[in-house]
């Protein structure tokens, strides 16, 4: 299974470099080329990484909002350690 991803990658990539040439290609002026490459560029990284970002910078604000220790609680242990309270996660 991971051996298939390295074709589709270099494929992809081939696919990119074409493709961001032609977009390059379109425009009249030296600066509209670079602006039309580098949107290329981006939109095709973004496809691959996109999801990374997004799910990453979600991942961070469950953490501050959800993230600590939660004791729901305790229980009483006789014999040996009498007067200890040891949480009980359900």
Excluded: N, W
């Excluded at 080329?33 to 990284?45: G, N, Q, R």
Aim: glycine share 10%; with cysteine.
């Amino acid at each position: 299974m991971g051996l298939i991803v390295v074709p589709i990658l270099f494929i992809y990539l081939i696919i990119a470099v074409v493709v961001t040439y032609k977009i390059g290609r379109i425009p009249k002026t030296s600066t509209k080329k670079l602006l039309a490459s580098l949107a290329s560029i981006f939109v095709f990284v973004g496809l691959i990484a996109g999801d990374a970002i997004v799910g990453r910078i979600y991942l961070q604000h469950i953490c501050d909002k959800d993230g600590g220790i939660i004791f729901h609680h305790s229980v009483e242990i006789s014999g040996s350690m009498t007067g200890c309270h040891v949480a009980v996660y359900p």
